[in-house]
């Protein structure tokens, strides 16, 4: 546009130029532009125009087209030229590294196989490194954090324990995922073995795996991540089954001191994690939850609603004091007594079973569905406040057995 721009100028001021001179000044406007550019683009590329400048003004602004031609040409070649070294570089640190594998192998006469795993395993690791690789001494260790908490936040999301965990304490989490230890498995390598001791919980990423469990063994393949041994978080937990990796699969590990380190200093979260654990065992005793290697969503679900934490930071409006109210009849004085009287007296007396019903009907707050326990979800105080009046009533009547 400015060099049509000078032309007509030029024309104005009575001097030569390119567009009399070259017979553009009669042309359609969409010519005279289409002429313009195929100038302007000579000066940047070498496909020379021929349309030349006529006058001084058009040969200073073509001078003036020409360096700028240099400079922006010069940066753009010493970028890609920076570009293309650093390539290079980073392709020689890879084939550097893979040479000293590869030398120390072969000065140690290693066997085929073991070489044939190690080099594989080797290219895998520095395929996923020589993309981006990240110094960490450069960044402090709060940010380290949060570049993890970016990256594994959502995993560990999926499970409501964690994730109600980071509702109570943000930090925690982030450190938690800062915690989590990431190991890749290679195709045909053991990643837990049946009856060996559980160190901790397993998060499996998408692969492809394969599961033993007494003489059956069947490969399965999942597209999202799944906890697996959390039990041995908590409490000592032998493996039921193995399983092995079919192929180069990245598998989270987070160990029951990790845990401990992240929560230590955060007094709710240890509070949650605790509760948790207990009701889990609880569950776990009293074989409401199988003790397997991948929990159901809910057991999960229970265990964390189950919790003090948890019912404070979902506390409904019938659970308050001034509007809770607990449902159905409430048996009188005399009812109590003459069913404690049943018990102690002479004659036939309930049975345990009878007993325990009973005990429900006469005390709203201790019924299976309706009851205090059981709006709160702490089936195991519910049983444990049974447990106690069934036993005095036992001692009173001089039943031991």
């Known amino acids: 546009c400015f060099w049509f721009y000078v032309g007509r100028m030029s024309i104005e001021n009575g001097l030569e130029n390119w567009l009399v001179n070259y017979k553009f000044d009669s042309r359609t406007g969409p010519e005279q532009y289409l002429a313009s550019c195929h100038w302007i683009l000579g000066q940047f590329t070498p496909a020379p125009s021929n349309i030349h400048a006529r006058n001084t003004t058009e040969r200073g602004y073509n001078l003036f087209v020409i360096f700028f031609a240099l400079l922006v ?82 995993i560990l999301r999926k499970h409501q324990m964690y994730g109600f965990m980071e509702m109570i304490s943000p930090k925690a989490f982030t450190r938690l995922c800062g915690l989590l230890q990431l190991t890749v498995f290679e195709d045909n390598e053991v990643i837990f073995a049946s009856f060996s001791e559980g160190v901790g919980m397993y998060i499996l990423g998408p692969g492809t795996y394969q599961e033993q469990k007494d003489d059956e063994i069947s490969n399965f393949t999942q597209w999202d991540h799944t906890f697996w041994s959390e039990i041995a978080l908590f409490m000592n937990f032998q493996h039921t089954t193995t399983v092995c990796s079919l192929q180069f699969n990245d598998i989270f590990v987070l160990k029951p001191a990790s845990l401990v380190q992240a929560i230590q200093e955060h007094p709710e979260c240890c509070s949650y994690v605790y509760q948790y654990a207990r009701t889990l065992q609880g569950r776990l005793n009293a074989q409401e939850t199988v003790a397997e290697e991948v929990l159901s969503a809910e057991a999960i679900r229970t265990c964390s609603e189950g919790t003090d934490v948890y019912q404070l930071r979902h506390l409904s409006e019938e659970k308050m004091l001034e509007y809770f109210k607990i449902k159905g009849p409430h048996p009188g004085r005399e009812e109590i007594l003459a069913f404690i009287q049943s018990v102690l007296g002479p004659g036939q007396t309930p049975t345990p079973g009878e007993a325990l019903k009973e005990l429900e009907r006469l005390f709203p707050e201790l019924h299976q569905e309706v009851g205090t326990h059981a709006l709160f979800t702490s089936d195991a105080e519910r049983f444990r406040a049974l447990s106690c009046m069934m036993s005095a009533l036992w001692l009173a009547a001089d039943r031991y057995e």
């Open 73 to 154: 040409v010069g940066s753009c070649i010493s970028r890609v030229s920076a570009t293309i070294q650093q390539v290079i570089k980073l392709n020689s640190e890879v084939s550097d590294r893979k040479r000293s594998v590869a030398m120390y192998l072969k000065m140690n006469k290693i066997s085929m196989h073991l070489c044939t795993r190690v080099m594989r395993f080797v290219e895998h690791s520095l395929g996923r490194h020589k993309v981006a690789p990240l110094d960490m001494s450069l960044l402090s260790s709060n940010l380290i954090n949060e570049l993890h908490m970016d990256r594994r936040g959502p």
